[in-house]
């Protein structure tokens, strides 16, 4: 009994030790397009583009059991058949990554990692790691797809990940697509952990908009089906550098959808808009080197222009992808937690079981922030926690100084007033600087006036002010009397 007590303790704080650490990617090194399934130029959207990182574990800072993650913001998938990476260096694995695609799914895909027992606190290692990648540049109508249509444009772009708040940059040329934006487009892609293929078609352009027309795509044999369960139908008002809709509005339209065809017939499409349609198609274990789509594209626009243009496209997988696996249904949830960061993972998943594979998006608890004052010299943060479907929230207080004011005289020409911040108490001293007074001589005089005044005659800083009293003349009576002398006088 005291054996499985130990044994308790010690697993107990071995999960305590753990903790999540960022900054193991420490640069983003190389980004290169290597062509690897015929497609007719190097679009963002097509595999294979590899990514070259750098990385760093240090063991004073990390330990087993730590875990770290790395978002890729607008990466489609890996394009390989491994599920995890090793951090590598001189043969020791000190780190396995998780691959988690975002495809349909979400707007990143990202890696999950944990250090493995290789690392040691006398132990700093350090590497390069190669990701075969491709990006998410758009093509369906899903929310996912439109928000990630905007990510790049043709030209100079920086593709930024991210690794807690730690950020890899590196800049990248993007070719724009030669295909014409204004004909009939096309497009289609594997989804790995479908078995699967989301397929696009856009309506050739109208410039003045549609009257009426004709939309979809079918299967020439019986090697694809399509799953009418996972459609999507939109307008859009433009497409990207790579002919994706970078929006999806509804509109009016009439749709019939079987397991061999998916066709939309629509009217009255306003100029400036165009039609599109997409759905998951499953390619059967038969059809091993690729599949025809034939796609309907008849329309009527509104300047009376027409057009027929039916198209038979023979679409091809390319090297490393893992479209032949076995697959089943995904089901995509949500699912709240007390994590900092949104992740996606997929549940154990058994094919000789399970029928459903679940991939679930984990989302953090919502916070919001409010911000107070007090009294004080520092900021402080406190959050108030929260339970799965509340709101947690974060109280920033600001601190605000009070002030006391002292007032002195000074030999100065004019009033000044300092203020002085104190770095270690809440009270500011403001020091209010007044000029000496003048000295002051008085004089009196007599005035014609009735009344007593008095006047201040001021010569400015550092002289002598004057006060002047006026006093009226006393009133006077004058008598003349005789007297015994010989001479007049005065009294």
């Not at 339970?387 to 006391?404: E, L, Q, S």
Request: charged fraction near 10%.
């Amino acid at each position: 009994m005291k054996t499985v007590i130990l044994l308790h303790l010690f697993f107990y704080c071995t999960i305590a030790m753990a903790k999540t650490i960022s900054g193991v990617f420490t640069s983003f090194n190389s980004l290169t397009y290597t062509n690897t399934g015929n497609y007719p130029y190097g679009g963002p959207g097509y595999p294979t583009w590899t990514a070259v990182l750098g990385w760093s574990l240090d063991g004073t800072l990390a330990s087993p059991g730590d875990t770290f993650t790395l978002v890729m913001p607008c990466v489609f998938k890996f394009i390989t058949t491994q599920t995890s990476v090793d951090l590598t260096a001189n043969g020791v694995k000190y780190a396995t990554c998780t691959f988690h695609a975002g495809e349909d799914f979400t707007t990143f895909s990202s890696m999950s990692c944990v250090v493995n027992n290789g690392l040691a606190s006398n132990i700093r290692a350090f590497g390069t790691v190669r990701l075969p990648i491709s990006f998410n540049v758009g093509g369906t109508g899903s929310s996912v797809n439109i928000q990630d249509s905007k990510c790049f444009t043709a030209g100079t772009n920086t593709v930024t990940f991210t690794d807690g708040d730690h950020k890899i940059s590196t800049t990248v040329n993007f070719p724009k697509t030669p295909q014409s934006s204004s004909s009939l487009v096309y497009f289609a892609r594997v989804i790995p952990s479908l078995d699967k293929l989301s397929s696009l078609v856009v309506a050739s352009q109208c410039t003045a908009g549609y009257a009426s027309g004709v939309l979809g795509f079918s299967a020439t044999k019986d090697d694809v089906t399509i799953d009418c369960s996972t459609i999507h139908v939109g307008i859009t008002n433009g497409l990207n550098s790579w002919n994706m809709p970078v929006s999806s509005e509804s509109f009016s339209y009439t749709k019939t959808c079987t397991p061999n065809s998916f066709i939309i017939t629509y009217e009255n499409v306003p100029a400036g808009y165009r039609p599109f349609i997409d759905s998951y198609v499953k390619k059967s274990a038969t059809a091993t080197n690729g599949f025809n789509l034939n796609y309907t594209n008849i329309y009527n626009c509104m300047d009376g222009k027409k057009g027929n243009d039916p198209l038979i496209y023979f679409w091809t997988s390319y090297t490393n992808s893992d479209a032949g696996s076995n697959g089943a249904a995904v089901v995509v949830t949500t699912r709240t937690v007390t994590d900092s960061t949104t992740a996606i993972t997929t549940l154990p998943f058994d094919p000789t079981v399970d029928k459903t594979k679940t991939i679930e998006v984990i989302e953090p608890i919502p916070t919001t922030t409010i911000t107070t004052s007090y009294v004080g010299i520092s900021t402080s943060l406190s959050t108030k926690t929260a339970t799965i479907g509340g709101t947690a929230t974060v109280v920033v207080d600001v601190p605000y100084h009070t002030t006391t004011t002292i007032t002195s005289i000074w030999t100065g020409s004019a009033t000044t007033s300092s203020t002085y911040t104190n770095p270690t108490d809440s009270i500011d001293t403001v020091v209010v600087q007044v000029p000496s007074p003048n000295p002051t001589v008085t004089t009196t005089q007599f005035w014609s006036g009735s009344v007593p005044t008095t006047e201040t005659v001021t010569t400015g800083p550092q002289g002598t002010d004057s006060v002047i009293i006026k006093e009226p003349h006393n009133p006077t009576v004058t008598t003349t009397e005789f007297w015994s002398e010989s001479f007049a006088t005065t009294e």
